[in-house]
């Protein structure tokens, strides 16, 4: 079945049958106003505009997917979704949740240095499982921006608004990344977990014939191997190790090429081949760029 699209802020209002937007390009919908529809398949929507919602006090089931992941909710979450984004959604009929959604139009952002920070924020990326859990603290943090939100575009607008409103939306984002970042520190021994099966990863590719056949592993190859968004695992591993996912691939290969170099007579160009380059000077680029020596140089240390 095709998804639903819903391009303006208005047409979700009216949808969801509550009253119209005060503000063309951003509102905050209470979930009390929310009853997703009740059925036997699945709705699937696509929204031209950002969404950052906040669900506390869910009572029933109700399933959500975008991408290929999906999450049965039974605790209080936060969760973003980016215009052109798949959102599907089932719910049974004893759903109940209390919340907020926060409706964010791309126009809003115009000529403002949120327009083009705003896909920094790798969250908005992330899969339904690796939504951001608040502790109380955080979720009040979180709610006292979101009112004052709610209060500018309340009041009368003026030629202030956009940019009071857009620097609310901003410090909000600013606050989620850093609760992100203590989610994967405060859960070390998933995360750790998480940690160890990349390294398991990395050490079964690199030790068999696939860097010949196939090259370098990707992100995306190793993220879906762990049922992870790529941004996500990239940011947890660079909170727990100051490196991300790219840079552990480069670390692993960096390791087998000095091994390579300083244990066999291979040449440069036999050892490019074997670490899945194409071009030798590819490889010689990458090795120095790591090491500050080209394969050369480091291999004329062990003579």
């Given at each position: 079945?095709?998804?639903?699209?819903?391009?303006?802020?208005?047409?979700?209002?009216?949808?969801?049958?509550?009253?119209?937007?005060?503000?063309?390009?951003?509102?905050?919908?209470?979930?009390?106003?929310?009853?997703?529809?009740?059925?036997?398949?699945?709705?699937?929507?696509?929204?031209?505009?950002?969404?950052?919602?906040?669900?506390?006090?869910?009572?029933?089931?109700?399933?959500?997917?975008?991408?290929?992941?999906?999450?049965d909710?039974?605790?209080?979450?936060?969760?973003?979704?980016s215009?052109?984004?798949?959102?599907?959604?089932?719910?049974?009929?004893?759903?109940?949740?209390?919340?907020w959604?926060?409706?964010?139009?791309?126009?809003?952002?115009?000529?403002?240095?949120?327009?083009?920070?705003?896909?920094?924020?790798?969250?908005?990326?992330?899969?339904?499982?690796?939504?951001?859990?608040?502790?109380?603290?955080?979720?009040?943090?979180?709610?006292?921006?979101?009112?004052?939100?709610?209060?500018?575009?309340?009041?009368?607008?003026?030629?202030?608004?956009?940019?009071?409103?857009?620097?609310?939306?901003?410090?909000?984002?600013?606050?989620?990344?850093?609760?992100?970042?203590?989610?994967?520190l405060?859960?070390?021994?998933?995360?750790?977990?998480?940690?160890?099966?990349?390294?398991?990863?990395?050490?079964?590719?690199?030790?068999?014939?696939?860097?010949?056949?196939?090259?370098?592993?990707?992100?995306?190859?190793?993220?879906?191997?762990?049922?992870?968004?790529?941004?996500?695992?990239?940011?947890?591993?660079?909170?727990?190790?100051?490196?991300?996912?790219?840079?552990?691939?480069?670390?692993k290969?960096?390791?087998?090429?000095?091994?390579?170099?300083?244990?066999?007579?291979?040449?440069?160009?036999?050892?490019?081949?074997?670490?899945?380059f194409?071009?030798?000077?590819?490889?010689?680029?990458?090795?120095k760029?790591?090491?500050?020596?080209?394969p050369?140089?480091?291999?004329?240390?062990?003579?």
């Amino acid at each position: 079945m095709q998804p639903f699209q819903i391009k303006t802020i208005s047409e979700y209002h009216k949808a969801l049958g509550i009253a119209s937007p005060e503000h063309p390009q951003v509102s905050v919908i209470s979930l009390d106003e929310f009853k997703p529809p009740v059925g036997n398949s699945r709705i699937s929507v696509i929204f031209d505009f950002y969404i950052i919602s906040l669900k506390r006090n869910l009572e029933g089931t109700i399933k959500y997917s975008y991408g290929q992941q999906r999450y049965d909710f039974d605790e209080g979450v936060m969760f973003f979704i980016s215009p052109k984004q798949v959102f599907s959604f089932d719910a049974d009929q004893n759903f109940r949740s209390s919340g907020w959604m926060l409706l964010v139009h791309p126009d809003l952002l115009w000529n403002s240095s949120l327009a083009k920070t705003i896909k920094q924020y790798e969250f908005f990326n992330y899969s339904v499982n690796e939504a951001l859990f608040l502790s109380e603290k955080e979720d009040a943090t979180i709610a006292g921006i979101v009112q004052l939100i709610k209060q500018e575009y309340h009041a009368n607008i003026d030629k202030f608004s956009q940019g009071l409103i857009v620097a609310q939306i901003e410090l909000l984002l600013q606050y989620c990344d850093r609760f992100y970042n203590r989610q994967f520190l405060t859960r070390k021994i998933s995360s750790h977990q998480i940690l160890n099966r990349v390294e398991d990863i990395l050490a079964g590719y690199f030790n068999s014939n696939d860097l010949n056949k196939k090259g370098l592993p990707t992100v995306q190859f190793i993220a879906e191997l762990l049922n992870l968004s790529p941004g996500y695992l990239s940011a947890l591993l660079k909170s727990l190790t100051g490196q991300n996912t790219q840079q552990h691939i480069h670390g692993k290969l960096i390791e087998k090429a000095k091994e390579k170099l300083s244990g066999t007579d291979l040449s440069i160009s036999e050892i490019a081949y074997e670490l899945g380059f194409e071009h030798p000077p590819s490889f010689s680029k990458l090795f120095k760029s790591k090491t500050n020596f080209s394969p050369l140089e480091f291999r004329a240390t062990f003579n």
